[in-house]
Every structure is written in structure tokens, then in C-alpha cells.
């Protein structure tokens, strides 16, 4: 489960996962409601617990939801640009339980990061703070996400997330949708620069073998077959909004004719086995061709349903990332293009643009 507790973030980052229409602190649940959320996931069975935002640690509860988390035996994982933390702050949500923190990196230097992340001395604070992680006994996730900006830094950033004691690494270009999608022209890598990323990401691994785990997500622009959404849509993950609303993943809601539940006015239970949004696009009984009739359906379950709507105008239809949809050969076209338009000022995301 991501418990998104706050949309509220001092970064504010041109590829956010965040929704465009971002909610505000007088949107945002209580501590009794996700309290009791919790518990209800750990009725359901849910094992994992990633407190995410918007920026979590700009909620006070955040300790208390992660000491009742653990005491209900849940792993819980902190998703934080870490801006926010102190170590006083960080021991106090070591010592309430928290297992692993993923610190995001928006470069490998103090002047890109910081114009990415558009916050100003953010890169170092983050530096700071992911130092103290490994010293208080949590695993260290630094995540990467790379796009055509920064793209060039990503030997350096590799070498950052070792010197920091980083467990693991998960380098991720750029999906685009919501903030990323309005950011697209400014972020879209040229095939070459990808091609370059891959061999080093491939060297890397070898190289990091036993000591950091790199992994790594392509973007599917560039791509000849989907990635499995979500691990599939409503079989594995489900996300909370900071309002309180269910959601099989982050960008569900731009998909117009789904339903969302609210957590509190139905059972936890009934939303996953039953709820509307989760069994729209459960299983494969909603594909089309060529979905329907493929070998591949019950690996990729036909990719993303969000990207297929942003992009086909049908959440049914075959994600474009695949060779067999129709609209492959027009992504390629929009990611050619995008990456040569030399586009570089970032819509940033923030309240006044949303
Ligand atoms: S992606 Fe950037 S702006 Fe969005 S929540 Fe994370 S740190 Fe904040
Ligand atoms: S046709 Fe559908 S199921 Fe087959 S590989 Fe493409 S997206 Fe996956």
C-alpha cells in the first residue's frame, strides 16, 4: 500500500507522480483515518507500508502512522526528498519502526538538482540526511529519476549513491504522465543519450555487483513492449490519496469514467476485491485486439491503461509503448521530436500551476 499522506512539497519537480489538480492541507485525512487505514491493511494482508506524499515528513503524525504500522508487523519504507529532516527527526522515526528510506536525487550536483528541484540548497540537505540513514540501522533506496536534463550526470549520480552507503539504487527515466506529460518537450531523452545510459547502467551492475543494486527503468517512449503496470492493475498495489480515495495507481484518476471509493465509507476489503475502479482493468477480460488474443497478455496484462488514454484516447486500448498497437509508430514520432525541440524551461509544479 502507498499511503500518500499530503500532496504539500517544498520541491517542486517537473515529472511529479502527483496528479495536476494537487490537493491541499484542508483536503488531507486526519491521523484517526489513517490510523485506522492501517489496520484495516493489515486485516487485508497488505505486508508493506510506503509512506509517500507530496513530501510525508510534512506531516507531525508521520511517526506516530509508522510506530502503529510496525506494531502491526508491516514493513515500512519512507519515500522523502528528505529536505524537511533533521536528525533529530530521523531518529525519532528510526526508533517508531521505519525500516527503509528512498531519498530522491534530482542530480548529481548542488546547481542542476537545485534548478530541477527548483529548492534552493536542497541537494545538500538531501546529502546530509541520506549519510545518517545507514548510521540508524535503516536500508538506504536513493531513487534517480534521469531525463534528458540530467541525463549526462548519471555516472556521477551512480557514484553519489555509492559514496552515501546506498543499499540500493533505482535509476528511472522519466514516465510521463500529469506533471511530466505537461514537461514532456523539456525531458525527453534523444535515443542516443538512452542508448549511452543503458551501457553505462549495464557496466555499473557488473561493476556494483554485491555491494549496491541498480535498478533501472526505461522509458517507454523508446520501448518496444509495455512494462507491467503496476504489476498489473489492481493484483498487487493499491494507492491511498491524500483525501482518502483508493486508487489502483497514481495516475487512475485521470481515466474519466472510473469510480473511486473512499477508505472509511467502504471496508478496505470490499474496495480491493470488489470496488469498481480495481476490477475495471483486473485480469484480461476487458481487452481488445491484439491484446485479447496474445501470448504476452498474461505477462504485461497490455501495459498502461492511463498512458493508453493519454495517448490513444481509449483507457482500452493497447498501451502505445507496444510494438502491435497502433499508435506505436507515433510515439516514436512525438519522442523524436520532443527530444530535438531544445526546450529547457520546466513548468514547475506547484499550487499556482495546478
Ligand atoms: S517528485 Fe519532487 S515535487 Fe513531487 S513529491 Fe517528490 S520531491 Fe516533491
Ligand atoms: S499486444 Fe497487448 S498483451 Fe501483447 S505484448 Fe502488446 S500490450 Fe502486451
Not at 493489515?42 to 511517526?63: C, K, M, N, W, Y
Not at 531523452?189 to 543503458?198: I, K, S, Y
Not at 481509449?314 to 509508430?329: L, Q, S
Amino acid at each position: 500500500m502507498i499511503a500518500e499522506l499530503t500532496h504539500r512539497c517544498p520541491l517542486q519537480c517537473p515529472y511529479c507522480s502527483n496528479p495536476l489538480d494537487l490537493l491541499k492541507a484542508a483536503d488531507e485525512k486526519p491521523t484517526d483515518f489513517w490510523a485506522a487505514l492501517i489496520t484495516e491493511a493489515a486485516q487485508l494482508g497488505v505486508l508493506q507500508i510506503h509512506f509517500s506524499g507530496g513530501e510525508p515528513t510534512a506531516r507531525r503524525d508521520l511517526p506516530a502512522l509508522i510506530a502503529h504500522a510496525t506494531a502491526l508487523g508491516i514493513y515500512t519504507n519512507l519515500i522523502t526528498s528528505a529536505v524537511l529532516l533533521d536528525e533529530a527527526k530521523l531518529g525519532e522515526l528510526a526508533r517508531a519502526g521505519l525500516a527503509h528510506v528512498q531519498i530522491s536525487i534530482q542530480g548529481a550536483n548542488a546547481e542542476s538538482a537545485d534548478r530541477i528541484g527548483n529548492y534552493r540548497n536542497g541537494h545538500e540537505k538531501k546529502l546530509a540526511i541520506a549519510r545518517l540513514v545507514p548510521a540508524l540501522g535503516m536500508s538506504l533506496t536513493i531513487n534517480a529519476v534521469v531525463h534528458r536534463q540530467n541525463l549526462h550526470e548519471l555516472p556521477e549520480m551512480i557514484e553519489l549513491a555509492a559514496s552515501l552507503g546506498a543499499d540500493r539504487l533505482e535509476i528511472a527515466h522519466v514516465q510521463y504522465h500529469g506533471w511530466a506529460l505537461r514537461n514532456r518537450a523539456a525531458l525527453m531523452p534523444t535515443r542516443e543519450a538512452l542508448r549511452q545510459a543503458d551501457a553505462v547502467v549495464a557496466e555499473q551492475r557488473e561493476k556494483r555487483r554485491g555491494s549496491m543494486a541498480i535498478d533501472y527503468v526505461i522509458p517507454d517512449y523508446y520501448a518496444d513492449t509495455p512494462k507491467i503496470c503496476m504489476g498489473g492493475w489492481g493484483q498487487k498495489l493499491l494507492i491511498v490519496a491524500p483525501d482518502g480515495r483508493v486508487l489502483p495507481c497514481h495516475a487512475a484518476e485521470t481515466i474519466p469514467h472510473l469510480a473511486f471509493q473512499h477508505a472509511g465509507a467502504h471496508p478496505l476489503r470490499e474496495i480491493w476485491e470488489t470496488g469498481p475502479a480495481f476490477t475495471a482493468f483486473r485480469g484480461t477480460g476487458w481487452m481488445r485486439e491484439p491484446c485479447a488474443s496474445c501470448a504476452f497478455k498474461e505477462l504485461d496484462f497490455g501495459g498502461c491503461r492511463c498512458q493508453a488514454l493519454a495517448l490513444s484516447g481509449d483507457a482500452r486500448a493497447t498501451d502505445p509503448a507496444c510494438h502491435r498497437a497502433p499508435d506505436h509508430e507515433n510515439l516514436q514520432h512525438i519522442a523524436a521530436d520532443e527530444a530535438g525541440s531544445g526546450i529547457t524551461s520546466f513548468h514547475y509544479r506547484r499550487y499556482a500551476h495546478s
